[in-house]
């Protein structure tokens, strides 16, 4: 298989644009500036994992982790490779995981999508234009996002597994 990324004496002096990440986002906003013909250049940390390069066993998958524990007093030190494919950060007040490779998160998020059950906008954390346009902008937001990845949608496994079940009650 043909690899996507570029070694770095292969890179071009100059870019017209330099996106940091490839995910969704990145992924998607370089593809339409290169589609208007400017020079793109995307970084992304980690590494290209060709299809059958993810790790398909239980000790594959163990050594694929890195992380930070910031819930200690001092914080532990990173740990794990600087390239780990699951980047989990245990801070104080919140736990995120994030991917690392060419795809940034979405490769470790399965290609699933679920939208927000309507009482999570009821939170007062949400910007007042956004629960106002909700049922217009927003949902056009998530319709189109639906066309352009393709997502799987946790909705369709929901009842299908206690898995499923349990997403559908978190969204």
Not at 59 to 68: M, S
Not at 102 to 129: K, R, Y
Request: hydrophobic share 35%.
């Amino acid at each position: 298989m043909k690899r996507l990324s570029s070694s770095p004496g292969d890179l071009a002096e100059r870019y017209a644009v330099v996106v940091v990440g490839s995910g969704y986002g990145g992924g998607v906003v370089a593809a339409r500036l290169a589609r208007t013909g400017q020079s793109v250049c995307v970084l992304e940390r980690g590494e290209e994992i060709p299809i059958d390069g993810f790790p398909a066993t239980r000790e594959a998958l163990r050594d694929r982790f890195q992380g930070v524990m910031e819930r200690r007093t001092p914080p532990d030190d990173h740990s794990g490779s600087w390239s780990g494919l699951f980047d989990v950060h245990f801070g104080r007040d919140m736990t995120v995981l994030r991917g690392c490779g060419l795809g940034g998160t979405s490769l470790i998020g399965a290609q699933l999508m679920q939208e927000p059950h309507p009482e999570v906008f009821n939170e007062s954390c949400w910007p007042d234009a956004l629960v106002a346009d909700r049922e217009g902008g927003l949902r056009a937001g998530f319709e189109r996002a639906r066309e352009i990845l393709e997502p799987l949608c946790f909705s369709s496994l929901s009842g299908s597994s206690s898995r499923g079940q349990a997403i559908d009650r978190l969204a």
